[in-house]
């Protein structure tokens, strides 16, 4: 099975905006279990196998990498960079995209419907399509997000949403509802296949270090990642797998988070932000929102594990960037690194103890 090609370049996508990832090596490499699982005649039982083979072979599993030369810069002990840049379409999205087409599969929809401003719909429109499901996503009329085109490449129909990010999450929710569409937008009924999927990650980190480290830190937008990986440790300390929980620490954007705004104003539960007040710039994107729809989550999982929450500013993520790059080798885009910002920041007013933390890394630059 091929998706459309440029008829240009004669490859599959042309990955320029906010993530990249490896399409068109998958759809080589997927080959006989992506023509099952898309194959609607075949029993459900055979497609669900096939469609599991992919998950299993293509998504997570990212690594996870020592940073000794950033230790040093930053006088901490051990830091770990776990890199779901690694994942096909460059980012964690995949790991949720996958997970709800394969429900969407077992539960008999042929119709996912997703809001995105860019990554997520990329993700989306790839499970979609190697589960031979219809994909709907909306996008919000004010962004311009050059991954559209790879949507479309990928047979995804495109509605255009009056409004921001949260009214084409609205919308794409009320059109599921009226059309029987398995609804993939976050704090809808999936909210617990989402949420699954994230603690993948938290099990690939007690994998490869055996035991819970001191912090992990995440970027947060919605807060669905970061909520997914505490209820992932959660999960593996409740079953004795691990001797601790680890703090939970939240990094975004400069004031334009509902959740470290929460967080730093010891409000009990996330409060709206102005929307004419928040601010979008090609750096803070992918973390800005006025109403994070699993904010309430991530908050008590902050405040659960003792851990804490810190703005970033535009500068500050890209300087962080670049370090990564320089240091460590890894590309990825400024907004990732806003938990390590909140991390290093917290270090430098109270030293943090000598032990093991996680910085997760959300995406790759273009």
């Known amino acids: ?3 459309n090609t440029d008829e240009n370049e004669g490859r599959p996508f042309d990955l320029i ?6 399409i068109d090596q998958i759809s080589k490499e997927t080959g006989l279990q992506g023509e099952v699982a898309a194959d609607i005649t075949l029993p459900l039982e055979q497609r669900l196998e096939a469609y599991e083979e992919i998950i299993d072979a293509e998504v997570g599993d990212t690594t996870l990498l020592r940073a000794r030369n950033i230790e040093r810069e930053m006088g901490l002990r051990q830091i770990f960079l776990k890199f779901e840049g690694g994942n096909p379409t460059g980012t964690q999205k995949d790991r949720i995209a996958f997970a709800q087409a394969m429900d969407a599969i077992r539960r008999g929809f042929d119709t996912i419907t997703v809001a995105t401003c860019g990554n997520y719909g990329v993700a989306q429109a790839l499970a979609s399509w190697l589960a031979g ?13 050059n991954r559209i085109k790879e949507m479309e490449q990928l047979g995804a129909e495109i509605i255009r949403a009056p409004g921001d990010y949260e009214r084409a999450v609205a919308a794409s929710g009320r059109m599921a509802s009226e059309k029987d569409w398995y609804d993939g937008n976050p704090g809808g009924k999936n909210t617990t296949i989402q949420l699954k999927a994230y603690g993948e990650i938290s099990y690939e980190i007690y994998d490869e270090l055996r035991d819970a480290p001191y912090a992990i830190s995440v970027p947060v937008s919605n807060g669905t990642t970061f909520a997914g990986i505490y209820k992932g440790f959660l999960s593996l300390y409740k079953r004795g797998k691990t001797s601790r929980i680890p703090r939970m620490i939240a990094g975004s954007s400069f004031q334009k988070n509902p959740i470290i705004t929460a967080f730093l104003k010891n409000r009990p539960t996330c409060e709206d932000l102005v929307p004419d007040k928040i601010k979008e710039t090609r750096v803070n994107e992918p973390l800005i929102n006025w109403h994070s729809i699993d904010g309430d989550y991530a908050l008590y999982a902050i405040r659960e594990t003792k851990g804490w929450a810190g703005d970033a500013s535009d500068k500050k993520m890209r300087l ?11 590309d990825v885009l400024p907004a990732s690194t806003a938990g390590l ?22 995406g790759r630059k273009a």
């Open 1 to 3: 099975m091929e998706p």
């Open 17 to 22: 905006d906010g993530a990249t990832g490896q």
């Open 133 to 145: 499901l219809r994909c709907v996503i909306f996008i919000p009329d004010t962004y311009h997000t």
């Open 320 to 330: 962080f960037s670049r370090l990564i790059r320089e240091r460590e080798g890894l």
């Open 341 to 362: 910002i909140a991390l290093v920041e917290q270090h430098k007013k109270d030293p943090l103890p000598n032990d093991r933390y996680v910085v997760v890394l959300t």
